[in-house]
Structures are given as structure tokens and as C-alpha cells.
């Protein structure tokens, strides 16, 4: 089956532009999650969204960064003002929470490289 | 505060060779440990995971170690190969009611040369 997938695959903005990000979650998924990536480091948790439950937003870097999740399935992570700092790969992920033998795993799509100029 | 240490953050074994990656963590609340694979370009892949009850689990030439008093827990790639080379995460995470936050290591970069 279709797994997740996202778009666009690379975004190159000037600094001070906003920038929509969107990820299409495996359908049924329950559970999204938006991470961080930057050039050799670790996967930074941003955001996460659980059913019709209020978001963890607990890591977020700032308030230029807020995400929505609309009828449970599509997310979209927005990026007000852009900083050069901002330049990562941003990666999502879903998985479907509530039991069963795939409570835990997630998946993930193949990110999108955001280069702010 | 990082919730999860991981170490190397590169490693270069010979095909054939063992590679072990270890990650520690603080939080005890922690009751799912799995281990994801990176290749370039693409988005992390799940590669094994343990929970705390057990003290190892394998899978082919994948084998997780779980010490649960010392808090640590490594991956062990038997046999090494060249299409081994990828970028390892390691994480932690726990089940809560609104669902599971995931903390992840800052990464391994593991190259197999032939």
C-alpha cells in the first residue's frame, strides 16, 4: 500500500518568505508526527498529532512554526518568516496508535529539504 | 537535554566485521526501544525494536542488547556489509494515554567497507 508521502520534495525560499509543508499520512494512521533533521544530526521532534486529541506542540522551536492537521489525515506544517537557520530536512511520520502489533511503529516519508537563502 | 545518548557518531568497519552502536538513556518511563535505518535521500525505516522485559532480541544479522539496571541498550550488525552503510538512530519512547512521543539519538553514520 501507499505509504507516506510528502511534498514538495525540496523547497528553496528567500529568508523572510512563509513555507507550507505537507505530508499525507498512511491511511487509517491515527498518529502524525513532524520531525527536524539537520545536516548530521538527530531527528528533533516538533509536533504531534493524536486522533481529535489538542496537539503536542512541545517542540516547536518558536512561534514562526505551527502545524494543523485537518479531518485527521493531512498535515500541514507552516513556517512564518523563514530564517536561514531553518534550512533542514523536515520529516513526517504516522503510525497507528491504539493497540495491536503496530502500536508503536512509525512511518516515515522521504522528507522535505527546505533551503532558506 | 538530550533523552537519549548515542555513540559513535561515525563508524568505518571492514565487510565481513561486527558494528555495535550504543545508546543510553535517563527516563525509566521508557518502555519501547527501536532502532530506525537511514539511507540518503530516503526517511527512516524501522530496523528492530526491543521492549524492557526481554534482554536481547534478534533479527537476522540484527541483534538488539537491552541492559535495563545499567540503562543502556546497543544494536549489533553480525557480518557486516557494504549495503549496511546508512545512518543508524536509535530511540526511546512511552506509551502514554494521548498516545507515544518518540525521543531519537543523534545518529551513527555506519560505513562498510568491501
Known amino acids: 500500500g501507499a505509504g507516506v508521502s510528502q511534498s514538495p520534495s525540496n523547497k528553496v525560499t528567500e529568508k523572510g518568505k512563509d513555507v507550507e509543508l505537507r505530508c499525507d499520512p498512511i491511511s487509517g494512521h491515527t498518529a502524525l508526527y513532524w520531525y527536524r533533521q539537520s545536516l548530521g544530526q538527530g531527528l528533533e521532534f516538533l509536533i504531534y498529532f493524536q486522533g481529535n486529541s489538542a496537539p503536542d506542540k512541545s517542540g516547536l522551536p518558536s512561534d514562526r512554526f505551527s502545524a494543523e492537521r485537518t479531518g485527521g489525515s493531512v498535515s500541514t506544517l507552516t513556517i512564518q518568516r523563514t530564517q536561514q537557520e531553518d534550512s533542514a530536512v523536515y520529516l513526517c511520520?504516522?503510525?497507528?496508535?491504539?493497540?495491536?502489533?503496530?502500536?508503536?511503529?512509525?512511518?516515515f516519508g522521504p522528507g522535505t529539504r527546505l533551503t532558506v537563502t | 537535554q538530550q533523552q537519549v545518548k548515542q555513540s559513535p557518531q561515525s563508524l568505518i568497519v571492514q565487510k565481513g566485521g561486527i558494528s555495535i552502536i550504543n545508546c543510553a538513556y535517563e527516563?525509566?518511563?521508557?518502555?519501547?526501544f527501536p532502532w530506525y535505518q537511514q539511507f540518503p535521500g530516503k526517511g527512516p525505516a524501522l530496523l528492530i525494536a526491543i521492549r524492557p522485559d526481554v534482554s536481547e532480541k534478534k533479527e537476522g544479522r540484527f541483534t538488539i542488547s537491552f541492559n535495563k539496571s545499567a540503562k543502556q541498550f546497543s544494536l549489533h550488525i553480525m557480518d557486516s556489509q557494504p549495503g549496511d552503510s546508512a545512518t543508524y538512530f536509535c530511540?526511546?519512547?512511552?506509551?502514554?494515554?494521548?498516545?507515544?512521543?518518540?525521543?531519537f539519538g543523534t545518529g551513527t553514520s555506519l560505513t562498510v567497507i568491501p
Open positions: 511520520a504516522s503510525s497507528l496508535a491504539g493497540g495491536g502489533k503496530h502500536l508503536y511503529e512509525q512511518y
Open positions: 530511540a526511546a519512547s512511552r506509551f502514554r494515554n494521548t498516545g507515544n512521543q518518540f525521543y
Open positions: 527516563n525509566t518511563a521508557f518502555d519501547y
